[in-house]
């Protein structure tokens, strides 16, 4: 096969984490590759900003399962840790209820008592049979979906068979599953709230994100030496090392195509770049759009993709430090499961949303001044919907009602301490990322419209394009985009085999 890559040029439009790992895996089995991302610099959605003396991480704060990103530098002949380290974040994260009860998440099982001890005598036995539960789940899942690259429900059945298939609880919803084992309502909330990983509501999510747990305790939260950007700047390195062409500012018009195979894609400054073979980092149904022209009735077929929701993104460096906040941060609404429905079922901006709060400092001193700090908020809001348009007075009344809540739930005079800020709503995340809708995470998971399931890495138009990143399987964040580089590079390596045979 090494003979057989080495005459094989691949093209890879985006350079988000997805296109970096498959631009990796590809280069380390003797692909000629070619890298091309329209913003100034690789990353994607990993993205960095110095303002005033603060580094603001704009993209991802949660790394866990290094294992995967291991595999992608051992996959090159090279260790990890001599590009980039990962320093453990303890505890996982801090969350604060409207009451005032704060309860940590820790890795360590009697500190971890003690915390949900502070909820009811009986709370951390729910939690030790709930993550029985959460355990199967993710051993099943890593010994198909992760490990063989499973591409949808028929490849599922056909490798699980269908009893196995039951152990993914598919009848319940997330929620469902957590109210199995667990009658705290706070800690109903907290595992709930697991499902911020993949930007999903628990009540239309299928039980098997209650593997998202399992996976976060088994591996571990991680922080980048350095600041998140840094991972970017490793890959970036690895990349270039191993021969792969990398243009930054450079924007893919189209990719052409003769009797269903790709011939080359077109670049928006009229040049033309051939390719035996394409890989589109770019969302599934924004590239069918704009890179392959499909028909109305070719991306109806993909409705059950819905994107997930979307965030308005603050990063604010103040002149204070909040001694009471952890490294990741959790602040609950009154009503979760009224925050959801606001969110996916009427489109609305909530009321009283759960908040995600970033304090890196709390880790690396380095990312503020001194005497200062970096606080990144991430509240869950619709994507953009043509129908039900948002304006930006709305968008900015819900920063000023989630600032408030924060005041109120004890970052005292938080408005007043603030320096420099970035403001992101989902018209800057769609117009930076071309993500679908201004999504964040990609495809929503819900259990009635997709079992959890994205699209498809393979095209089914074009028989040499692949698509790797949030939209596709795996799915959202860091490890499972990481990983679609590396499946996709499995799935072409099979796929010339099956040609040559």
Known sequence: MQNVAGQKRVVIIGAGLGGLSAAISLASEGFR??????????????????????????????LTMPEIFDALFTRAGRKRSDYVTFEAVQPHWRNFFEDG??????????????????????????????????????????????EKGIDGVWELLKFYGLKRSLHFDIFSTMDQGVRRFVQDPKLIDILNYFIKYVGSSPYDAPALMNLLPA?????GLWYVRGGMYALAQALEKLAIELGVTIHVNTEVERIEHDHHIAKSVKLKNGETISAD?????????????????STESEIKKMR?????????????????????????????????????????KKGDLSEDPTIYLVAPCKTDVNQAPSGCEVIKILPHI???????????????????????KLERMGLT?????????????????QAKYYSNQGSIYGVEANRLLNLGFKAPQRSD?????????????????????????QLVCDKILQDLKKREN
């Open 461 to 485: 138009k074009l028989s040499n394009l692949y698509f790797v990143g949030g939209s596709v399987n795996p799915g959202g964040g860091m490890p499972m985009v990481t990983l679609s580089g």
């Open 277 to 293: 073979i394409v890989v589109s980092n770019m969302e599934v149904i924004p590239a069918m759009k704009s890179l392959l022209q």
């Open 215 to 219: 996976i976060q305790y088994q591996y």
């Open 33 to 62: 590759v070619e890298l091309i991302e329209k913003n100034d610099k690789v990353g994607g959605k990993l993205n960095v900003l110095s303002k005033e003396g603060f580094t603001f991480d704009l993209g991802p704060s949660i």
């Open 382 to 404: 619709p994507c953009l919907n043509p129908d039900k348009p948002i304006s930006d007075e709305e968008y900015y009344a819900m920063r000023e009602r989630v600032l408030i």
């Open 413 to 429: 005079d938080l408005r007043e301490h603030i320096v420099t800020e970035e403001y992101w709503t989902p018209n800057d995340i």
């Open 101 to 146: 009860t704060v309860v940590d998440l820790s890795p360590d099982a009697q500190i971890q008592k003690q915390e949900f001890d502070k909820l009811g005598q009986n709370v951390y036995g729910e939690f030790i049979e709930f993550m029985a539960y959460a355990q199967k789940l993710s051993d099943e899942t890593q010994a198909g979906y992760f």
């Open 304 to 344: 059950r993709f819905k994107p997930s929701c979307s965030g308005i993104v603050m990063h604010l460096g103040v002149d204070c430090v909040y001694p009471q906040l952890a490294h990741h941060n959790f602040f609950y609404s009154k009503n979760s499961r009224a925050h959801f429905t606001s969110v996916f």
